[in-house]
């Protein structure tokens, strides 16, 4: 069940998205689409509601658990930008809007990127350890938690990998090819493969 409800919500997610979009662009109506796109936290709040009472229930804590609580933790750290990035492509491409900013390429810009980057996803899996984190506390000594454990150690590499890459950008950063500038400027909610939702 768990597992049904986390493709639900994420179908949702982006049924909410593309709706919220076309009220606001293709039928201006801006109100009704930001209203539609803040209805996105309630599918994680619904998530959480529903894993909480399986867990008080009695059921026997797996990786579907672990999943629902890292599924959460990555909506919050790149939901927001997630739904910045598809804005700012359907406004330019529909509404007249400015075309996306793309990030930079090299230097101190392009570090100053990566970090942003990485602090999205960093803080997506610091949330989803508090969340799993919560859960073993809910469990307590009653039930088996090394499913939960395991998604905690993943997250932990998660924020090392994210980390490292924008330590690599500092430490050794791109140099642009003589006779090409530096790069626009940084767009933090445009980016690389790292700042896509998922």
């Given at each position: 069940?768990i597992?049904?409800l986390i493709?639900?919500?994420?179908?949702?997610f982006?049924?909410?998205?593309?709706?919220g979009l076309a009220f606001?662009?293709?039928?201006?109506m801006?109100?009704?689409g930001?209203?539609l796109?803040?209805?996105?936290?309630?599918?994680e709040?619904v998530?959480?509601?529903?894993?909480a009472?399986?867990l008080?229930?009695?059921?026997?804590?797996?990786?579907?658990?672990?999943?629902a609580?890292v599924?959460?933790?990555?909506?919050?750290?790149l939901?927001h930008?997630?739904?910045?990035?598809a804005?700012?492509?359907v406004?330019?491409?529909?509404a007249g809007g400015?075309?996306?900013?793309r990030?930079?390429?090299y230097?101190t810009?392009?570090?100053?990127?990566e970090?942003?980057?990485?602090a999205?996803?960093v803080?997506a899996?610091?949330?989803?350890?508090?969340l799993?984190q919560g859960?073993?506390?809910y469990?307590?000594d009653?039930?088996?938690?090394s499913s939960?454990r395991s998604?905690?150690?993943?997250?932990v590499w998660l924020i090392?990998?994210?980390l490292?890459i924008?330590?690599?950008y500092?430490?050794?950063?791109?140099r642009a090819?003589e006779g090409?500038?530096a790069?626009?400027?940084v767009?933090a909610?445009?980016?690389?493969g790292?700042?896509?939702?998922?």
């Open positions: 069940m597992v049904g493709i639900a919500c994420e179908a949702g982006w049924v909410l998205l593309a709706a606001r662009y293709a039928l201006r801006p109100r009704t930001l209203a796109l803040l209805c996105e936290p309630l599918l709040a998530l959480f509601t529903v894993t009472i399986d008080r229930n009695g059921a026997e804590p797996d990786w579907r658990h672990g999943l609580a599924y959460i933790g990555f909506t919050v750290g939901g930008s997630t739904i910045a990035w804005d700012a492509r406004a330019h491409r529909f400015p075309p996306p900013v990030p930079p390429r230097g810009a392009r570090a100053v990127h970090w942003k980057v990485a999205r996803w803080l899996s610091v949330v989803a350890l508090a799993l859960a073993v506390w469990v307590g009653q039930g088996d938690v939960l998604w905690q150690l993943r997250m090392g990998i994210n490292v924008a330590v690599s500092t430490l050794f950063p791109k090819p090409e500038g790069g626009k400027p767009d909610e445009s980016g690389s790292r700042s896509s939702r998922r």
